[in-house]
């Protein structure tokens, strides 16, 4: 069985620039999660969706926004971005949202803004 | 407020020694509790879990922890370890039944010496 996928792998940006990142949970997941992983740092939370709804939001500014879409995919969007926000950037799936239901992660997409 | 700390940084073990890695977390309700490790690059793989029960659980790889109430602590130890170890190592937590975001501590980046 495909594990959770994420694309595209890595991304080079621009400051003020915006990226969109994408997310493909386990077959059969309802719940998509989206974590920040600066450089030498723990993932620190940014987003939960489950059956399209979000569910959860981290301390990210608003230029941070997500959507999860009818097949439970789903797409992080980050706005005027800044060198700050280089950073892996993972998406996790899980069946339910209840603790526990633990996640399973994706590769990450690595981005890079300069 | 809902923390995970990893104390050690950077350790190095050499190959076939023995390996704890310590985790701390916040006091209050016990939490959900996870041992994640990570590759140069990769994503996040779930090494073992602790929910409730047992408080010595194996996980994957010979790795096994164990949770200790009066200590806040969940340590992560090996017997032997193998070069193929060296990566890094988070420490997870879920607070609450009704989510299972996870908080993360900072991690521990083990190098292993042949």
């Known amino acids: 069985d495909a594990g959770v996928t994420q694309s595209p792998t890595h991304l080079i940006k621009t400051r003020g620039q915006q990226v969109t990142l994408r997310c493909s949970p386990i077959?059969?997941?309802?719940?998509v999660s989206w974590y920040q992983q600066v450089l030498g740092q723990g993932p620190q939370f940014i987003f939960q969706?489950?059956?399209?709804?979000?569910?959860g939001r981290g301390n990210f500014p608003d230029r941070f926004s997500a959507r999860q879409f009818p097949n439970y995919s789903s797409e992080l969007n980050v706005n005027a971005l800044l060198l700050g926000d280089s950073a892996l950037y993972l998406c996790a799936s899980s069946y339910l949202i209840t603790g526990s239901y633990e996640q399973y992660f994706g590769p990450g997409t690595r981005l890079t803004v300069t | 407020a809902q923390s995970v700390t990893q104390p050690d940084i950077h350790i190095t073990v050499s190959e076939g020694a023995s390996l704890e890695l310590r985790c701390n977390y916040s006091y209050g309700a016990t939490p959900y509790l996870f041992w994640y490790v990570q590759s140069p690059g990769q994503g996040l793989q779930l090494l073992l879990k602790?929910?409730?029960?047992?408080?010595l659980v194996q996980g994957i790889k010979g790795f096994e922890a164990e949770f200790k109430r009066s200590q806040s602590s969940f340590n992560l130890r090996k017997p032997s370890v193998h070069w193929s170890d060296a990566a890094e190592y988070f420490c997870a937590a879920v607070y609450g039944g009704a989510t299972n975001k996870l908080i993360f501590g900072t991690g521990t980046l083990l190098a292993v010496q042949p």
């Open positions: 969706y489950y059956e399209k709804e979000e569910r």
């Open positions: 077959s059969g997941h309802k719940s």
């Open positions: 602790y929910f409730s029960g047992d408080t």
